[in-house]
């Protein structure tokens, strides 16, 4: 477990505190909807779903937000902006937390920063992602929006090193602040298994070192794309289950503030596994903190006591 000298920024998205030095807050996970191949979706293109399903994934994640202490925040994905409307307004409608919106492309994004604006749901909206290949309409909406919170992602195609990584941070940090972005969130990006999955949690401390903002990673991404998984006959949806698990709770115990665990028909295992490594962080960080001469309070996980 670590302990930074830097002081550690915490933010508040929408209710929710991300940030801190290890162990002080709650480790957030991020449950995403509305994904092609979700078995909730119907129509990617019109935003159509399965209201009674998505709500039962949204019930789960509540309990388990309730079960753990660990705070829960949605994911919410439209392809096309006619279905990014719909899926804000009914997460909107169903769900009072805060949210994360993304978009495969450009009009999409728009479309949720103006919508979220004219709605009203600037509070609870996090924009997914400020990068610097942004196109000039989206960083024009952002700007002219009242939006002011938003993950800032560290990735572009030339930073293969972690001096790399943490150069196209700072650029894409000063691009936010450009955007009236007053929160943030810093995604140093998770690649494949072979072409550079690893760097992401080297990088995630070296951004709490040196600069003390809050971390977020989506390490689901790594064993979607591997393609050990895909071969096999042992290889099922369990393995896959497992191996999201175990980037996860990596990304957990490397310091990350906040986690995007992918699809909510995850949340039982991913919030059961994060509440047990929370149990040894809690443990690891006050022996540290005594150690040092450090008092500060810690997240005590629900789960803590035994039989609770």
């Known amino acids: 477990m670590f302990i930074f000298k830097k002081d550690q920024q915490a933010y508040d998205f929408g209710g929710v505190t991300i940030g801190g030095h290890p162990g002080e807050n709650p480790t957030a996970l991020i ?4 994904f092609k191949g979700q078995s909730i979706v119907e129509d990617t293109k019109s935003g159509r779903f399965d209201k009674d399903a998505a709500k039962r994934w949204i019930d789960e994640g509540v309990l388990m937000e309730e079960r753990t202490g660990h705070p829960l925040v949605l994911e919410v994905y439209g392809r096309t902006p006619e279905a990014m409307r719909t899926h804000i307004t009914w997460v909107a409608e169903n769900w009072d937390g805060p949210f994360l919106f993304e978009s495969v492309n450009a009009k999409g994004r728009v479309a949720g920063i103006r919508h979220c604006d004219e709605t009203g749901l600037q509070e609870r909206a996090i924009f997914n992602s400020v990068t610097s290949a942004m196109k000039d309409e989206e960083r024009d909406a952002l700007r002219q929006s009242r939006i002011d919170k938003a993950v800032v992602l560290g990735w572009s195609s030339g930073a293969t090193s972690l001096n ?6 700072l650029e894409t940090l000063t691009l936010a602040g450009d955007l009236g972005i007053e929160k943030v969130i810093v995604d140093p990006a998770t690649m494949p298994v072979g072409a550079g999955y690893g760097l992401e949690y080297r990088t995630t401390l070296a951004i709490k070192s040196e600069l003390g903002l809050p971390t977020l990673l989506a390490p689901h991404n790594a064993p979607s794309a591997w393609d050990f998984l895909k071969l096999g006959e042992a290889v099922d949806d369990s393995a896959m289950t497992a191996s999201v698990i175990a980037s996860t709770v990596s990304a957990q115990i490397f310091s990350t503030d906040a986690i995007i665990y992918g699809s909510m028909a995850r949340t039982r295992d991913v919030f059961t596994a994060v509440s047990l490594t929370a149990n040894a962080i809690f443990s690891a960080i006050s022996e540290a ?6 008092e500060r309070q810690l997240f005590s996980p629900k789960s803590f006591e ?3």
């Open 31 to 34: 449950g995403g909807l509305f």
């Open 306 to 308: 035994w039989g609770r």
């Open 289 to 294: 903190n005594r150690a040092v001469g450090i």
């Open 164 to 169: 790399d990584r943490m150069d196209t941070i």
